[in-house]
Nanobody, 121 residues
Framework: QVQLVESGGGVVQAGGSLRLSCAAS????????MGWYRQAPGKQRYLVAH???????NYADSVKGRFTISRDNAKNTVYLQMNSLKPEDTAVYYC???????????????WGQGTQVTVSS
């Protein structure tokens, strides 16, 4: 199985910046896409940003122009640069990776454990 570990979360004042990172490890695999979801208390989890193996990206309307997703394929790592943070960005952020496991040829989506981002007014 593929393990995903997020880092970079924390507390920041409104207008500040954070960069989240997520590294994939485990069995031999190929990553086809990676992304970031977030979930605030009492709200649904939704996709914030997504990036394909060809580095094509998309973003939720709520973060366009402020967040940037990128990846380092050699390191099996995805990043989320978050600028101009707002209190409504406060949530647990989850990393995902869509992978093909070489041993089985199966495709699966892995999830990280989540990292808390808190933006104060």
């Amino acid at each position: 199985q593929v393990q995903l570990v997020e880092s970079g979360g924390g507390v920041v004042q409104a207008g500040g910046s954070l960069r989240l990172s997520c590294a994939a490890s485990g069995s031999t695999f190929s990553i086809t896409a990676m992304g970031w979801y977030r979930q605030a208390p009492g709200k649904q989890r939704y996709l914030v940003a997504h990036i394909t193996s060809g580095s094509s990206t998309n973003y939720a309307d709520s973060v366009k122009g402020r967040f940037t997703i990128s990846r380092d394929n050699a390191k099996n790592t995805v990043y989320l640069q978050m600028n101009s943070l707002k209190p409504e960005d406060t949530a647990v952020y989850y990393c995902t990776a869509d992978v093909i496991v070489h041993s089985s040829g199966s495709s699966t989506r892995g999830w990280g454990q989540g990292t808390q981002v808190t933006v104060s007014s």
